[in-house]
Nanobody, 121 residues
Framework: QVRLVESGGGLVQPGGSLMLSCQAS????????MAWYRQAPGKQRELVAGISEAGTTRVADSVKGRFTISIDNVKKTLYLQMSSLKPEDTAVYYC???????????????WGQGTQVTVSS
């Protein structure tokens, strides 16, 4: 069974930057797309950025130009570089498999604990 552990969240001021990491156990990166999702209080979980098995990326319009997704298949780690952060980016961020769909996406379940990102002055 694949286990995904997110880290790197924290409190940051508006305009600041953070790098999130997602460490995976098992060999899934080479056979499945991966993505970052987020869920703000009272809102549905949404896709933030995804990367396919071929390395093609897709970023939500709300974070385009500010967030970058990348992957290290050797380290089995997924990253999300976030810059120019805004208060509306405040959410719990999760990584998980990605079927390639946007804006609709398939929920594979088995969500981890996520990592909290809070953007506030």
């Amino acid at each position: 069974q694949v286990r995904l552990v997110e880290s790197g969240g924290g409190l940051v001021q508006p305009g600041g930057s953070l790098m999130l990491s997602c460490q995976a156990s098992g060999s899934i990166f080479s056979i499945s797309g991966m993505a970052w999702y987020r869920q703000a209080p009272g809102k549905q979980r949404e896709l933030v950025a995804g990367i396919s098995e071929a390395g093609t990326t897709r970023v939500a319009d709300s974070v385009k130009g500010r967030f970058t997704i990348s992957i290290d298949n050797v380290k089995k780690t997924l990253y999300l570089q976030m810059s120019s952060l805004k208060p509306e980016d405040t959410a719990v961020y999760y990584c998980n498999l990605w079927s390639g769909g946007y804006p609709r996406w398939f929920d594979f379940g088995s969500w981890g604990q996520g990592t909290q990102v809070t953007v506030s002055s």
